[in-house]
Structure formats: structure tokens, C-alpha cells
């Protein structure tokens, strides 16, 4: 279960944030942006989030997960479309098995709520490693 390993990296990305602000006793909450193709379960990771999150600065944050829309173009025509699932990467106007796929991959930390209601977001986000 590779939702585990996401989630660790995770709340080690968050506590490294919540260091470096300093002063942080507790964070509320963590929002993700997830690509509905990145291959996550989002059940798995909100337990594994919660199991992770243990003993932690973030211990009792609430896990919210943003679904990002799979979006694809042809590259003959520069039709764009949704994949969907299962994926269609053949272009629904000319049949092109040639798709660049433009979102549905991501998954990053989109924001991080503190204790004290400020929002704090990563300087630059990163995706969450994911297994291969």
C-alpha cells in the first residue's frame, strides 16, 4: 500500500514546515490536491494519514483531499478533453492515440491550517514521492 509511504512524506513535509515557522503546537489540518489518475485511494489515505500523524505535531489534523480533473489534448489537433476513468487518451475528435496529458497526475500540499487559524502554504510544493 503505497498510500502509506505518501502519507509519511506527508506529515514529514508539514513538521519540517512547522519547524521552520517555529512556535507551531499543533496543525488543524492538511489539504491535498490529488490527480484522479495518481493512483491514490482516498480512503487508504486518510487512515494511513491518521495513523502517520501520530504522536506528531500534526496528531488530530483533519485531512481534506481535492480530486484534480484528468485533462488531456491531442496533439494532432489540440482538441482537449477529460479522461475520465478508465482514462481515454484517444482524442474524441480526430481518434488520435497521440494525448499529452495536462493534469490528473498531481499530488501536492495545497495548504496547511496552524492551530492558531492562520494559514501557512509550502513556499513551493512538491509532489509527494509516489512508488513506482
Known amino acids: 500500500m503505497h498510500e502509506m509511504s505518501i502519507a509519511m512524506a506527508v506529515v514529514g513535509q508539514v513538521?519540517?514546515?512547522?519547524?521552520r515557522a517555529?512556535?507551531?503546537?499543533?496543525?488543524?489540518?492538511?489539504?491535498?490536491?490529488?490527480?484522479?489518475?495518481?493512483g491514490?485511494?482516498?480512503?487508504?489515505l486518510a487512515?494511513?494519514?491518521?495513523?502517520?500523524?501520530?504522536?506528531?505535531?500534526?496528531?488530530?489534523a483533519e485531512l481534506i483531499t481535492e480530486t484534480v480533473p484528468g485533462r488531456a489534448r491531442c496533439?494532432?489537433?489540440?482538441?482537449?478533453?477529460?479522461?475520465?476513468?478508465?482514462?481515454?487518451?484517444?482524442?474524441?475528435?480526430c481518434a488520435a492515440p497521440a494525448a499529452e496529458l495536462l493534469s490528473g497526475r498531481e499530488l501536492r500540499i495545497a495548504?496547511?491550517?496552524?492551530?492558531?487559524g492562520s494559514p501557512a502554504r509550502p513556499r513551493t510544493p512538491e509532489?509527494?514521492?509516489?512508488?513506482?
Open 40 to 44: 491514490v485511494v482516498p480512503d487508504a
Open 111 to 116: 495548504a496547511v491550517r496552524w492551530e492558531d
Open 75 to 93: 496533439a494532432p489537433c489540440a482538441d482537449e478533453w477529460a479522461v475520465g476513468m478508465p482514462p481515454r487518451l484517444c482524442c474524441p475528435v
Open 22 to 38: 517555529g512556535g507551531v503546537t499543533a496543525v488543524t489540518s492538511v489539504r491535498l490536491s490529488v490527480g484522479e489518475l495518481a
Open 47 to 60: 487512515f494511513c494519514f491518521e495513523l502517520a500523524c501520530e504522536g506528531s505535531v500534526l496528531e488530530g
Open 15 to 19: 513538521e519540517e514546515a512547522a519547524a
Open 127 to 132: 509532489p509527494v514521492p509516489q512508488e513506482g
